[in-house]
């Protein structure tokens, strides 16, 4: 299958600071999407992007389709508590069928 | 609007021992798929259906079988659970390529 990377692993930050991370693949895709898993939950759905260079903001969370339409990334401004959690990119090159990175585990210490 | 539903949301199973997890949809999406989640390996397909009556393997299969006779439901059976199948387990449903939308999962440990 395709494969995913996504960096970092895991980040730990203080409240207030700016979250940055990135997925890279060795396909392109035609869709990236960003999922937040909170503990104990499913992933729900962030941020869709559909065209390469598209930049999507939703609150606090922004995320970028790369122009190589092989990597997508994702900025958390101000960090709060709740944004604890595993951040997954999904990409999709056509039909249903998307392939997911390997996550970022995000803590936000107080 | 319920969106997806699995039942049971914790199981525990003897080395064997056969099951079936429940997934139902009410979302009348086309597309279902089951993952297991792993730490540190991220989601893995492990079986997938674009219709009721259509089904086809993703990336680790091995063990699990599903059907698909209605739209809405998706179940996943262990033929025969074995201690790697120890594992948090994901349904999701989609239309067209708008993103997939979880179940809240079931946490199966196999002893």
């Given amino acids: ?88 990119c999904a990409g999709l090159f056509t039909g249903n069928q998307f392939y997911f990175g390997t996550g970022t585990s995000l803590t936000v210490i107080p | 609007n319920a969106g997806v539903t699995q039942t049971p949301k914790f199981q525990v199973l003897k080395t064997g021992q056969s099951m079936t997890l429940q997934c139902a949809q009410d979302m009348n999406h086309e597309y279902m798929s089951w993952y297991r989640q792993d730490p540190g390996m991220g989601l893995r397909l492990i079986h997938y259906s674009v219709g009721a009556g259509i089904t086809d393997q993703g990336e680790v299969p091995n063990g699990y079988n599903v059907s698909r006779s209605t739209t809405e439901d998706f179940p996943l059976r262990l033929l025969s659970a074995a201690p790697s199948q120890t594992s948090v387990y994901f349904c999701a449903s989609s239309y067209g390529g708008n993103g997939y939308t979880f179940g809240s999962g079931t946490r199966l440990t196999v002893v």
């Fill in chain 1, 1 to 88: 299958g395709q494969q995913l990377n996504q960096s970092p692993q895991s980040m730990f930050i203080q409240e207030g600071e700016d979250v940055s991370m990135n997925c890279t693949s060795s396909s392109i895709f035609n869709t990236w999407l960003w999922y937040k898993q909170d503990p104990g939950e499913g992933p729900v759905l962030l941020i869709a992007l559909y065209k390469a260079g598209e930049l999507t903001s939703n609150g606090r969370l922004t995320a970028q389709f790369g122009t190589t339409r092989k990597d997508s990334f994702l900025n958390i401004s101000a960090s709060i508590p709740s944004d604890v959690g595993i951040y997954f």
